[in-house]
C-alpha cells in the first residue's frame, strides 16, 4: 500500500466540492426576495386595517384611498403567496435532477468495483431519497426560512415608523429569543436526524439485499426468515420517524405557546397600555396586535423545520460525504500515452485487501503482445485480484503492473480502459434493446458491425431467430438469456471495443457444456491478434496457452507451457491428472 499512499500523498489536494445548493442559488435568492415582499404587503396591509379602523372609530369612513391600498396590499401579498411556492417547487425538481446526475458522474469517476452490497443499497438511498429531501430543504425550506428570520427586523421597523417607537423596542428585545432557539433546537435535535437517515439507509441496503438474493432465499425456504429481518428494519425506521415526529410535536408545544401566545399577550398589553396613556390611537393599537402576528411568522417555519431542515441537513451532510469520497487512485496530470504496445507486465507485485494479510505477493510474469497467459491455481489464489490490478481498480502496494511499459497507476484511468476488454463470468445486460446491449461497447457501430461482432461470438443465428431482432428488449422485464447466451453478448462487445488486450475472468464457470463449446470457439477467434489474460480453473481450457501460471496463496508457484508444467509433479500436474481420471480423457 506504500506505493499508493505515496503517490496519493504526492497528488494536489482535492478541491473543496461546490456546495449542494449551486445550482438554483439564483432561485433561492428569489424566493428570499419574494418572501420578504410578501411580508412587506403583510405589513402594509395590516397598517391599513389599522388606519381603517382607526377612522371608522373616529366615526369617519376610511377614504378611498386608503380603500384601494388595502386592496393593492392585499392583492399583492396574495400574488407573493402564490408565486413562492412556484418557484421553489421548480428549483426543488430542478436540484433533485442535477444532484442525481452530479452522484452519478462522481461515482463513475470513483469506481465503484469495491463497494459491498450493503453500501450500494445505502447509495441507492442517498441517490433517492437523500436527494429528494436536500431538494426539498434547500429550495422550499431554506430561503423562506432565512427571510423569515430577517422578516422581524422589518416588522420591527413599520411599528417603530408607523405606530409606535417605545412599543418597538419592548417587543425587540424578545426577537432574538426567536433565532436562538432555532439554533439550540437544531443543535440538539442533530443526531435524532442523522440516526434516522442511517436507518433508511439500512433498510435500504436490506431491501436490495433481499431483492437480489430472492431465488436464493426461496431456495433454501428462508422467505419468512428474512421477512422478518426485513420487518425489524422496517420497524427501526418507524421508531426513527417517531422520535423525529415527537421532537417536532415537543418544540411546537414549547414554542407555539412560549412564544406566539406570549408575543399576542405582550402586543396586546402593551397596545392597551399605550393606548391608556394617550400615546397612541385605537387604529394604531389595533396595528401594533396584528403586528404582533407576523413577528411569530418563523415559529411557523421551525414546526416544518424536523420534517424538511433537520432531514434534509443529515442528508445534506450524507451526500457532502460521498461526493467528497477520492478515487483510491487518482488520475494523474500526465497526457495518455500514445501508440503503446500492448505488453503486459506484473514486476513484484504484491497486494493486501486488509492490510497485514496479502493476497499476492512478489508476482512477476509478461505477457508479450499477441501471447496467451493462463493463471491458474485453487480457489482464493488471487486469479482475480491479479486481473483487477491490471485494469486498475485496486493499485499494487508494491511493485509495478504496466501495460507497455507503462505503470498503469501513472497514466490515464480511462486509457487503461481503452487497453483492456474483458469476458468475465457473468454479464450485464440493461434494460433496453439487444442493440444498445451491443452500442455500450461501440456507441457509433451500425448493425453491419453489430452483425458482425454477433457471428463472431456465434450468437448471429439466435439474434435472426428472434421476431424482433436487434430491436429484442433486453433487461428486467425483456428476454431472459441463458447464461451462455449472455456471456456471447459480452463476446460480441468485447469484438466491437476491439482493444488490444483481452482478460478473460472465467467465462465459462456458469454455462453448460453445450454452450461452453460455442463460448470457447468465440474466444478463440475473439484472442486472434491480442495479448491475453485467461484466469481459469477449467485446466481443459488453458492447455493451448503461450505460458502458465500457477499461483498458489498469493505466489508464483510454477510457471511453464502446458507441457512443461504436465511433466512435473506440481499443483498443475496434480489437478491435470485429477482432471483427466474425472472425465476419462
Ligand atoms: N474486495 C475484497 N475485499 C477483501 N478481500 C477480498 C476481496 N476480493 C477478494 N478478496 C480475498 O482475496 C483473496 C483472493 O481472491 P481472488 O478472488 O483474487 O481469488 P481467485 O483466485 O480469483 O478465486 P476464485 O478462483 O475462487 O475466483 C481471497 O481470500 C478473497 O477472499
Known amino acids: 500500500m506504500d506505493a499508493l499512499s505515496a503517490e496519493q500523498g504526492a497528488s494536489p489536494a482535492p478541491p473543496k466540492p461546490e456546495s449542494l445548493m449551486g445550482a438554483i442559488r439564483g432561485r433561492v435568492l428569489w424566493s428570499v426576495l419574494g418572501t420578504w415582499s410578501q411580508a412587506l404587503a403583510t405589513t402594509a396591509l395590516l397598517l391599513l386595517v389599522g388606519a381603517a379602523i382607526g377612522e371608522i372609530a373616529a366615526g369617519r369612513t376610511p377614504s378611498s384611498g386608503l380603500i384601494i391600498g388595502l386592496v393593492a396590499a392585499a392583492a399583492l401579498r396574495a400574488l407573493f403567496a402564490a408565486l413562492i411556492p412556484a418557484v421553489t417547487i421548480r428549483a426543488g425538481g430542478f436540484l433533485e435532477v442535477s444532484l442525481r446526475a452530479r452522484i452519478y458522474r462522481h461515482l463513475l469517476r470513483l469506481g465503484a468495483p469495491l463497494r459491498s452490497r450493503e453500501q450500494s443499497g445505502q447509495l441507492v438511498s442517498t441517490a433517492t431519497e437523500a436527494v429528494e429531501l436536500v431538494a426539498t430543504y434547500y429550495a422550499t425550506f431554506l430561503g423562506p426560512i432565512l427571510a423569515s428570520m430577517t422578516v422581524p427586523v422589518l416588522v420591527l421597523a413599520a411599528i417603530a415608523l408607523f405606530v409606535d417607537p417605545w412599543a418597538a423596542l419592548v417587543i425587540a428585545i424578545a426577537v432574538p429569543a426567536i433565532p436562538l432557539t432555532v439554533g439550540i433546537f ?335 470457439s468465440a474466444l478463440d477467434r475473439l484472442a486472434v491478434g491480442r495479448t491475453v489474460l485467461v484466469i481459469a480453473h477449467r485446466l481443459a481450457t488453458v492447455r493451448d496457452a503461450d505460458h502458465i501460471v500457477v499461483l498458489e496463496d498469493g505466489r508464483v508457484t510454477e510457471h511453464g507451457t502446458h507441457d512443461e508444467l504436465l511433466s512435473g509433479t506440481g499443483h498443475y500436474a496434480r489437478a491435470m491428472r485429477r482432471t483427466e481420471a474425472e472425465t476419462g480423457s
Open 186 to 520: 437544531e443543535r440538539s435535535f442533530a443526531k435524532v436526524s442523522a440516526g434516522y437517515r442511517d436507518t433508511a439507509n439500512r433498510l435500504a441496503a436490506r431491501f436490495l439485499d433481499a431483492l437480489q438474493g430472492l431465488s436464493t432465499l426461496k431456495l433454501f425456504n428462508q422467505g419468512t426468515a428474512h421477512g422478518r429481518t426485513l420487518a425489524s428494519a422496517s420497524e427501526d425506521l418507524r421508531r426513527a420517524i417517531m422520535r423525529l415526529l415527537a421532537g417536532n410535536q415537543v418544540i411546537l408545544f414549547v414554542v407555539d405557546t412560549v412564544f406566539s401566545l406570549g408575543m399576542i399577550t405582550a402586543a396586546t398589553v402593551l397596545a392597551m397600555v399605550r393606548l391608556d396613556e394617550g400615546a397612541i390611537g385605537i387604529g394604531e393599537a389595533v396595528a401594533l396586535v396584528l403586528l404582533a402576528t407576523q413577528l411569530v411568522e418563523p415559529l411557523d417555519k421551525v414546526g416544518q423545520f424536523f420534517y424538511i431542515g433537520m432531514g434534509g441537513s443529515a442528508a445534506a451532510k450524507e451526500i457532502k460525504r460521498l461526493l467528497a469520497e477520492r478515487p483510491s487512485i487518482p488520475d494523474p496530470a500526465t497526457p495518455a500515452p500514445d501508440g503503446a504496445p500492448a505488453e503486459v507486465e506484473f514486476h513484484g507485485v504484491s497486494f493486501a485487501y486488509d492490510p497485514g494479510s496479502p493476497v499476492l505477493r512478489d508476482v512477476s510474469f509478461r505477457i508479450t503482445p499477441g501471447e496467451k497467459l493462463a493463471l491458474v491455481g485453487p480457489s482464493g489464489s488471487g486469479k482475480s485480484t491479479a486481473a483487477a490490478l491490471l485494469q486498475r481498480n485496486i493499485a499494487a502496494g508494491e511493485g509495478v503492473v504496466s501495460i507497455g511499459g507503462h505503470n498503469v497507476t501513472e497514466v490515464p484511468g480511462d486509457w487503461v480502459r481503452e487497453q483492456i476488454t474483458v469476458v468475465a463470468q457473468t454479464t450485464y445486460l440493461f434494460t433496453g434493446t439487444l442493440r444498445d446491449n451491443l452500442r455500450v461497447a461501440a456507441p457509433g457501430a451500425d448493425d453491419d458491425r453489430l452483425w458482425q461482432a454477433l457471428r463472431t461470438a456465434n450468437l448471429d443465428e439466435f439474434v435472426r431467430g428472434l421476431p424482433e431482432g436487434l430491436d429484442t428488449p433486453t433487461g428486467e422485464r425483456g428476454l431472459m438469456l441463458s447464461g451462455g447466451q449472455a456471456q456471447r453478448v459480452a463476446i460480441a462487445r468485447a469484438v466491437l471495443k476491439d482493444a488490444p488486450i483481452l482478460i478473460l475472468d472465467e467465462p465459462t464457470s456458469n454455462v453448460d457444456l453445450e454452450s461452453e463449446a460455442a463460448i470457447l
